[in-house]
C-alpha cells in the first residue's frame, strides 16, 4: 500500500549539484517524519537528513551538514533532498524513508523505504 519513490539520482563531478526527490503514496505524508539514508558498498545505511511533519525541524548528519538541504511539500506528498558541494565520498544508494511516530536517525526506526536512486560522484 504504502510506496516511496525516488528519483534525481546520477552522475555528477565532484563539487558538482543534485536534487533528489520522493513521491510518497499510501501514507498520511503530513503524520510522518521523512527522512534520507544512504548506503555505499561494504557499509552500514547511513542518516542523512530528516525533517518533521509540517517542514519546521530538520536535522543533518555531520558529513552533509552546510552542504545538503531537506525540504518537503505536503500538498505535493513529495520530500526533497538537494546536494550541493558533492564529494567522492557522497557516492552511495540514496534512500527515501517514512516514520509515523516522531524524530529518529537511526534505519531500524524507519517503517517504510524507497527502492533507492544511485548517486554517483565521479571526475
Known amino acids: 500500500q504504502v510506496q516511496l519513490v525516488e528519483s534525481g539520482g546520477g552522475l555528477v563531478q565532484p563539487g558538482g549539484s543534485l536534487r533528489l526527490f520522493c513521491a510518497a503514496s499510501?501514507?498520511?505524508?503530513?503524520?510522518?517524519?521523512m527522512s534520507w539514508f544512504r548506503q555505499a558498498p561494504g557499509k552500514e545505511r547511513e542518516f542523512v537528513a530528516a525533517?518533521?511533519?509540517?517542514?519546521?525541524?530538520?536535522y543533518y548528519a555531520d558529513s552533509v551538514k552546510g552542504r545538503f538541504t531537506i525540504s518537503r511539500d505536503n500538498a505535493k506528498n513529495t520530500v526533497y533532498l538537494q546536494m550541493n558541494s558533492l564529494k567522492l565520498e557522497d557516492t552511495a544508494v540514496y534512500y527515501c524513508?517514512?516514520?509515523?511516530?516522531?524524530?529518529?536517525?537511526?534505519?531500524?526506526?524507519?517503517?517504510?523505504w524507497g527502492q533507492g536512486t544511485q548517486v554517483t560522484v565521479s571526475s
Open positions: 524513508a517514512a516514520r509515523p511516530v516522531g524524530y529518529s536517525d537511526h534505519a531500524n526506526d524507519y517503517d517504510y
Open positions: 499510501g501514507l498520511t505524508f503530513s503524520r510522518n517524519y
Open positions: 525533517i518533521s511533519w509540517g517542514g519546521r525541524n530538520t
